[in-house]
């Protein structure tokens, strides 16, 4: 008899994790508190990288998928100085396909395709039961048991404290997104001052980071220092007083710069928060978790490919594997935590250097993972 598994949220880890086990003929409920696919945007692009993403896709059976809607050309990178001088301007080869781009939307499509996903399934609570069996609560009231259920909901998580009583802690830096439409046409000279990929600005204790997605959008980045509550006098509903306030804070950097906030549309804050680079819990019966949920770390590229690689390794497990469900689940929480860790060391050390009081630092950064 195979196991009732269920996977709360439907996220790229999530929806990875399912999409393998229905390769393998193996039934999975997946749990989604948004009413549908397109309930919410998307957001930006992801670099799926060769030996973590783009593996999870392998073991999914959609690597050439993958490769037909991706953009090898998005990873273009480029950096400017806060008067707008070029410093680096790095391209890929034709041929490079070790960080490919795509759009989360396509992915989403991408990795939904058969899967049955239950929309509006709010969960807010995960309980393990004594004597095994774990019981899901929703946000309408019913109660639905299973055998094995993996948050993958995340940084956020409902399905966290059943294993773990830690929470995420802000960084003490904050993001705020716009975005510009239809780039190429309506505005051409920032269009070639981005470039086929991304294009970031360093200065000190900020950035700015502008982000070429499919179909002529554009998503900008303001990354700065500051205390949580930064925005106490400033609504952030009002996108005008919120462009004011950002020109403000990046005054004196190039014009063409700034025109990216300029021309940007709506403004959404997002401060960013990680768990301890070491997280771990002590295996609990019949829960798991993977992704955000698991390891919540800096948005520095390495996030949604762990999050996909452990869906399919975890799924693997579960479905070519004869021995005790329990057994595979410990044992990939291990290997999760190891990888996990170093990620985390690593991001973490890197948002430390890329938003600095000294920009020379993330040009370092930059030359460090991309040497010329």
Do not use: C
């Not at 396509?106 to 019981?135: H, I």
């Not at 001052?193 to 980071?209: H, Q």
């Not at 590229?301 to 399919?312: C, D, H, I, S």
Request: proline content about 7%; glycine content about 10%.
């Amino acid at each position: 008899m195979r196991h009732r598994i269920a996977v709360v949220g439907s996220g790229p880890g999530g929806l990875t994790f399912a999409r393998v086990l229905h390769r393998h003929e193996y039934p999975v409920t997946i749990l989604e508190r948004d009413p549908a696919s397109d309930a919410r945007p998307p957001g930006g692009m992801l670099d799926l990288h060769e030996g973590l993403g783009q593996l999870a896709l392998d073991k999914a059976g959609l690597l050439a998928e993958f490769q037909a809607v991706s953009r090898p050309e998005g990873q273009a990178m480029r950096i400017l100085d806060t008067a707008g001088t070029v410093l680096r301007d790095w391209r890929p080869r034709p041929d490079d396909r070790a960080n490919p781009e795509i759009d989360r939307g396509q992915l989403r499509d991408l990795l939904l395709g058969p899967l049955d996903v239950q929309w509006g399934r709010g969960v807010t609570q995960v309980v393990p039961g004594p004597r095994g069996g774990v019981l899901v609560h929703f946000a309408d009231g019913r109660r639905e048991t299973f055998d094995l259920v993996v948050g993958a909901d995340g940084a956020w998580s409902r399905t966290r404290p059943a294993v773990s009583p830690v929470t995420p802690h802000y960084t003490g830096i904050t993001t705020v997104e716009t975005s510009l439409d239809d780039v190429d046409t309506r505005h051409p000279d920032l269009a070639r001052l981005v470039g086929d990929g991304s294009m970031a600005v360093y200065g000190v204790n900020r950035k700015l980071v502008a982000q070429r997605n499919s179909g002529g959008h554009v998503k900008v980045y303001a990354q700065f220092r500051a205390p949580l509550d930064w925005h106490s006098n400033l609504d952030l509903a009002d996108a005008e007083a919120v462009r004011s306030s950002l020109l403000t804070l990046f005054d004196g950097w190039a014009a063409p710069v700034l025109d990216l906030l300029r021309h940007g549309t709506a403004f959404v804050h997002r401060p960013l928060y990680v768990l301890p680079v070491s997280h771990t819990w002590t295996h609990v019966p019949g829960v798991t978790l993977l992704g955000d949920a698991a390891h919540l770390m800096p948005p520095l590229g390495a996030g949604a490919n762990l999050a996909m690689l452990e869906g399919a390794e975890l799924a693997e497990s579960i479905a070519t594997g004869a021995g005790d469900l329990d057994v595979a689940v410990r044992a990939f929480e291990e290997r999760m935590w190891a990888r996990a860790g170093k990620w985390a060391k690593i991001t973490t050390a890197g948002l430390e250097r890329l938003v600095s009081a000294d920009p020379a630092e993330a040009l370092a950064v930059f030359d460090q993972v991309q040497p010329s």
